[in-house]
T-cell receptor, first 114, second 112 residues
């Protein structure tokens, strides 16, 4: 059973605001990911982390930033939200150290920027 | 460029039938293969993993892998309306920074 949490689940915010999307997992997984997905469209990897103090950019260019100060926590920040950032943001984790290649997803945050 | 290809569908099957979902991948050294189910507006949920050639069965689901043909499939027996979702194929190899490569998904509709 995967235990990965995201808050908030839904967020409506005005243009120009700074926002942080939270993601936490209780499984002790080293690797964590952020994906962006528009309705009915494919997943796009925007950030990932191999562990504490590691952050990497994904395949899709994103104006967001991430940090990894603790193993269990991988927040994503948008300094100045724009309507083009409206999307669903999905956090995931995996445990490569135990040979686990599969990723487990959180419930997602649906962001709307007005 | 490493790719995972799926027919976008929609694939429509009657209730009780077998649904067959297919996926091909381009990187011959891929090592692990996964199927995720994603309901509309929800996050992907892992339903099957397969690592070696052949079939793997779990309840009504069977994953099939043929590495020589670079082909992986998912069969859903006795399809139910609750199986209606988008099914994502994902492929792992250590050359992709250890990340999964996802297909675009096949939308399945099971008609009562």
């Amino acid at each position: 059973e995967a235990d990965i949490y995201q808050t908030p689940r839904y967020l409506v915010i005005g243009t120009g605001k700074k926002i942080t999307l939270e993601c936490s997992q209780t499984m002790g997984h080293d690797k964590m990911y952020w994906y962006q997905q528009d309705p009915g469209m494919e997943l796009h990897l925007i950030h990932y982390s191999y562990g504490v103090n590691s952050t990497e950019k994904g395949d899709l260019s994103s104006e967001s930033t991430v940090s990894r100060i603790r193993t269990e926590h991988f927040p994503l920040t948008l300094e100045s939200a724009r309507p083009s950032h409206t999307s669903q943001y999905l956090c995931a984790s995996s445990d490569p150290s135990s040979g686990g290649d599969e990723q487990y997803f959180g419930p997602g945050t649906r962001l709307t920027v007005t | 460029q490493k790719e995972v290809e799926q027919n976008s569908g929609p694939l429509s099957v009657p209730e009780g039938a077998i649904a067959s979902l297919n996926c091909t991948y381009s990187d011959r050294v891929s090592q692990s293969f996964f199927w995720y189910r994603q309901y509309s507006g929800k996050s992907p949920e892992l339903i099957m993993s397969i690592y070696s050639n052949g079939d793997k069965e779990d309840g009504r689901f069977t994953a099939q892998l043929n590495k020589a043909s670079q082909y992986v499939s998912l069969l859903i027996r006795d399809s139910q309306p609750s199986d209606s979702a988008t099914y994502l194929c994902a492929v792992y190899n250590r050359g992709s920074q250890g990340n999964l490569i996802f297909g675009k998904g096949t939308k399945l509709s099971v008609k009562p």
